[in-house]
């Protein structure tokens, strides 16, 4: 019997990397929705290939066109934000969360009330509602596993062992594509010069995030809330190559290397086949050819993200809301040239600090929709910040 599958944000580069292990084996699954966003060609292809039953883009006012690119198909056009949760509510064994941002927070919620099993690739859920998040799926029966490739490289290494004996989380990060300007230039960065990754083929806003390290540091406190481990034993640490993708170590001082190379296909395709390891058509490492690792502490200067990520972790509550909400804004901000490269840790830090003086960030979203409150709050804010930098 095919599984029954569907891809949230299945243009973008982890939807992409998804759309491909399943189209290798078509009639081992049965697709039952694609999403996207602009990318109507794109979507409609896929669905049309895949056999999906429903495609849907975020953009109402695309409804049109997609309905156009799919016609005589027999796939199903949808649009908008009530036809994303609608889509959730199909039934499904597993479902791909890649809608980049706080927009998929509410579709991955959805998706958990039906016990399914959910590949989670969208950092924002765990970032801003990490307790509410897994809650839900403990409430439902429902598993969530990880995507990302660093947490889903620590999730192995912890394959049989017990979570009490670990003694550090080392996540790695490549430094993104500035890694190698002087300090002193990267003020002068444009979205251009930091869109340009060297290891991994991301979108233009992930690759951004790389080279600021808001990534890296969104992944940390992903990695405190989904194995539950204080923030003083997760460690960030460079590494150029983007070979180990994560370590884990234990209170006997070994230390669990997760290598491989850069391709996203393989904590997909983990998560896909899990339990189970299956073939994948990634690329198998030389050691011999690669022949040296290196890893070097990040700089605080250069990476103010980090820093900033761990006053987060700390204080716990909705400050990760605030946290990606202001980055979000942030990164819009230096995109649309109203602010710079550098500026967007300070945006970062202002929100955080407005709000806090306003109310206590240590207190917990209790609910989806304080947390979606949340977000627009701290939206608002950051763009009062980017409009105060600029006068």
Known sequence: MSRRVSIFGATGSVGQNTVDLIGRDPDAY???????????????????????????????????????????????????????????????????????????????????????????????????????????????????????????????????????????????????GLRDWPVEALASATPEDAGAHPNW?????????????????????????????????????????????????FVDGALMAH?????????????????????????????????TLEFYAPCDIRYPALKIARAVMETGGKAGCIFNAAKETALDGFLAGRIGFMDMSGIVEGTLDAISSKTSLSIAPNTLEDVLNTDHMARDMAWAQIEQHQT
């Not at 429903?54 to 409804?63: C, F, N, P």
């Not at 596993?145 to 979570?163: C, K, M, Y």
């Not at 923030?231 to 884990?248: G, R, T």
């Not at 189970?276 to 011999?288: C, E, G, N, Y």
Request: overall charge negative; aromatic content about 4%.
């Open 201 to 249: 083929d991301m979108g233009q806003r992930i690759t951004i995030d790389s080279a600021s390290m808001f990534n890296k540091a969104m992944e940390l406190i992903e990695t405190k809330e989904f194995f539950g481990v204080p923030a003083a034993k997760i460690e960030a640490v460079i590494h150029p190559q983007s070979i180990v993708h994560a370590l884990v170590g």
């Open 30 to 176: 049965d697709v039952v929705v694609l999403t996207g966003a602009g990318n109507i060609k794109q979507l409609a292809e896929d669905a049309i290939r895949l056999r999906a039953d429903m495609a849907v883009t975020a953009d109402e006012a695309r409804l049109d066109e997609l309905r156009a690119a799919l016609a005589g198909s027999g796939v199903e056009a949808a649009a908008g934000e009530a036809a994303l949760l609608e889509a959730a509510d199909r039934p499904a064994d597993w479902i791909m969360s890649a809608i980049v941002g706080a927009a998929g927070l509410a579709p991955g919620f959805r998706a958990l009330r039906h016990g399914t099993t959910l590949a989670l690739a969208n950092k924002e859920s765990l970032v801003t509602a990490g307790p509410l998040l897994l809650a839900e799926a403990r409430a439902n029966g429902a598993e969530i596993l990880p995507v990302d490739s660093e947490h889903s490289a620590v999730f192995q290494g912890l394959v049989g062992e017990d979570i009490a004996a670990v003694e550090r989380i080392i996540i790695t990060a490549s430094g993104g």
């Open 259 to 291: 290598l491989g190379a850069p391709d996203m296909r393989h904590a997909i395709g983990y998560a896909l086949h899990h339990p189970d390891r299956r073939h994948l058509p990634v690329s198998r490492i030389d050691l011999a050819q690669i022949a």
